[in-house]
């Protein structure tokens, strides 16, 4: 399994903004779907953002407008802009790749790498 390495957590304040970035070998951000997903305390992980190798884009409606996903397919990186955070947003991040070659990559279950996710904590 290729390793996905998510930055950029940390605590801030509501109102605040952080960028968050992950890393893939060139393998697998190769025509893959990539997306964030976050996962609060005793909740289900969820798919918040994803981005198609043509820069095409999605969100969930509980982060549109404050977040903005983007990659950089030269040097295989996936970012996510995160402005105007609430408490709502604390949660463990993670990216996760999926092979779009070969999936349709419309279920979590599609996506078959992950990182080991980064913290965000947004206080109030």
């Known amino acids: 399994q290729a390793q996905l390495v998510e930055s950029g957590g940390g605590l801030v304040q509501a109102g605040g903004s952080l960028r968050l970035s992950c890393t893939a070998p060139?393998?697998?951000?190769?025509?893959?779907?990539m997306a964030w997903y976050r996962q609060a305390p005793g909740e289900e992980r969820v798919s918040i953002a994803r981005i198609r190798y043509s820069g095409n884009t999605a969100y969930a409606d509980s982060v549109k407008g404050r977040f903005t996903i983007s990659r950089d397919n030269v040097k295989n990186k996936l970012y996510l802009e995160m402005n105007g955070l609430t408490p709502d947003d604390t949660a463990m991040y993670y990216c996760?790749?999926?092979?779009?070659?070969?999936?349709?990559?419309?279920?979590?279950?599609?996506?078959?790498?992950w990182g080991q996710g980064t913290q965000v904590t947004v206080s109030s």
């Open positions: 060139g393998s697998t951000f190769s025509g893959s779907i």
């Open positions: 996760a790749s999926c092979p779009a070659q070969f999936r349709t990559c419309a279920f979590t279950a599609d996506f078959d790498n």
